[in-house]
């Protein structure tokens, strides 16, 4: 997909193509339990159900899909990852070079925890988004009940492999009441292991998570002290972040600490570019679990993206009229490239 067929559809309000990007979970399962986590912390009010979370896509629906997503001509980018760890899925690394070895660029989102690391490492993925979640042993194992300091050195290790073979790879470090004082040496950090990225992201909190949110003191320190702190630290060592975005998230939060993105600033533009399939075969509008388009069950894929529920909901995105969820928007920094984008296409049309 071009940017500028994208653009087409969005200032039309209809796609012209299908998506770019598709994200496929392949299981619900997860060898972690994070604490900021909405489908595997221990402090969830309503525990997931052990059927839920033993739900995986049988492989050869996952080759069945990604055949259809050649075929549509659009897609650029597979995500693989899961409501768990992609890398627990039993078939998860003959997927991935599967997965490669159609033609699509590969993000993989993983713990790294499960990996045959000399195996991802040699699989031709073009991007990890490894999900760190604290610099040192004492914040990890806090992060991540159960685990423990070797938890730690392993996910450095592995880090390490990937830095050797040159495989890009982004941190992911969610920012919550343990992770928060870790700004400059998640930086560091990223420094020593060679990220192409180190990704802040404010936790997103509900269903009893809460507990774990960064407090207003912390929230007010972020702003005052550490972003500035950590955007120096990075310039420093030649570390790319997204610290900008982070800041805006840190503003958002002002008032209540479970809103994350000033949705309303930017809109949201992932109708026309992006899709998640789940490890159930559901089709959603986005990674938002509450706005689901179909079932790859009931109808292709191809049918879903170009029939009127999908349509409905870009109408309505289009509108303003969001989901409680969109104010914690996981793709945030995506909807506010392709804003700005679209306002640059509507200026040039206006003149």
């Given at each position: 997909m071009s940017r500028e067929s994208?653009?087409?559809g969005m200032l039309r309000g209809r796609p012209e193509v299908g998506p770019a990007t598709v994200h496929i979970d392949l299981t619900n399962?997860?060898?972690?339990a994070c604490v900021t986590c909405w489908d595997h912390s221990p402090l969830l009010t309503v525990p997931r159900s052990r059927a839920w979370k033993r739900r995986a896509l049988a492989s050869d629906v996952v080759r069945g899909l990604l055949d259809e997503l050649a075929e549509l001509g659009s897609v650029r980018r597979v995500v693989l990852s899961g409501m768990g760890d992609p890398l627990v899925h039993p078939d998860a690394h003959d997927l991935l070079e599967?997965?490669?070895?159609?033609?699509?660029?590969?993000?993989l989102m993983t713990n790294l925890l499960a990996a045959d690391i000399e195996r991802v490492a040699a699989s031709g993925v073009d991007t990890i988004l490894a999900s760190v979640q604290g610099v040192t042993p004492a914040t990890y194992a806090a992060f991540h009940p159960g685990w423990t300091e070797e938890h730690f050195f392993t996910l450095c290790r592995y880090l390490r492999v990937l830095a050797r073979a040159g495989v890009r790879t982004k941190h992911v470090q969610v920012i919550d009441r343990d992770t928060a004082e870790e700004l400059v040496p998640m930086v560091r950090f990223g420094a020593r292991f060679r990220a192409a990225r180190v990704n802040f992201k404010l936790a997103s909190l509900t269903a009893g998570t809460e507990a774990c949110g960064i407090t207003e003191a912390q929230r007010d320190r972020l702003l005052a002290e550490d972003v500035p702190a950590a955007r120096e630290a990075a310039r420093a060592l030649g570390v790319t972040t997204n610290l900008d975005l982070f800041e805006r998230q840190l503003r958002a939060a002002r008032g209540d600490l479970r809103a994350t993105v000033p949705i309303e600033d930017v809109g949201c533009w992932m109708g026309f570019v992006y899709t998640r399939v789940t490890?159930?075969?559901?089709?959603?509008?986005?990674?938002?679990?509450?706005?689901?388009?179909?079932?790859?069950?009931?109808?292709?894929?191809?049918?879903?993206?170009?029939?009127?529920?999908?349509?409905?909901?870009?109408d309505r995105l289009g509108r303003g009229e969001y989901y409680p969820g969109c104010a914690r928007c996981g793709k945030f920094e995506q909807n506010a490239k392709w804003a700005e984008r679209v306002a640059g296409a509507r200026a040039k049309v206006a003149t």
């Open positions: 994208a653009l087409r399962a997860c060898n972690a599967a997965t490669v070895a159609r033609g699509f660029a590969v993000t490890a159930e075969q559901d089709v959603l509008y986005c990674c938002n679990t509450e706005v689901r388009v179909g079932s790859l069950k009931e109808a292709s894929f191809a049918e879903l993206w170009a029939g009127p529920r999908w349509q409905t909901l870009r």
